[in-house]
Nanobody, 115 residues
Framework: QVQLVESGGGLVQAGGSLRLSCAASGSIFGINAMGWHRQAPGKQRELVAVITSGAGTNYADSVKGRFTISRDNAKNTVYLQMNSLKPEDTAVYYC?????????WGQGTQVTVSS
């Protein structure tokens, strides 16, 4: 049974940085895209960033220039470096792995940015 384990969330002041990690426990092959989504209270879950197996990336307009997604295929791990954080970035962040077998989701990690 594959599980995605996230880490790196927490409380940070506006302008600060955090780095989220998401690693797959158990054997998993054929990962296509790895992504990060977030859900703020009272809002729908939204895509933050995605990286494909070919290292192509796509970002939500609200995080372009501040967030960077990367992946380590050997470790089945995806990262999200978040800089210049804003209070509106406060949300639960979820990682997602997508492949021919469907997709897996992490349990979520809280990111809180204080003003």
């Amino acid at each position: 049974q594959v599980q995605l384990v996230e880490s790196g969330g927490g409380l940070v002041q506006a302008g600060g940085s955090l780095r989220l990690s998401c690693a797959a426990s158990g054997s998993i092959f054929g990962i296509n895209a790895m992504g990060w989504h977030r859900q703020a209270p009272g809002k729908q879950r939204e895509l933050v960033a995605v990286i494909t197996s070919g290292a192509g990336t796509n970002y939500a307009d609200s995080v372009k220039g501040r967030f960077t997604i990367s992946r380590d295929n050997a470790k089945n791990t995806v990262y999200l470096q978040m800089n210049s954080l804003k209070p509106e970035d406060t949300a639960v962040y979820y990682c997602n792995f997508d492949g021919w077998w469907g997709d897996y989701w992490g349990q979520g990690t809280q990111v809180t940015v204080s003003s």
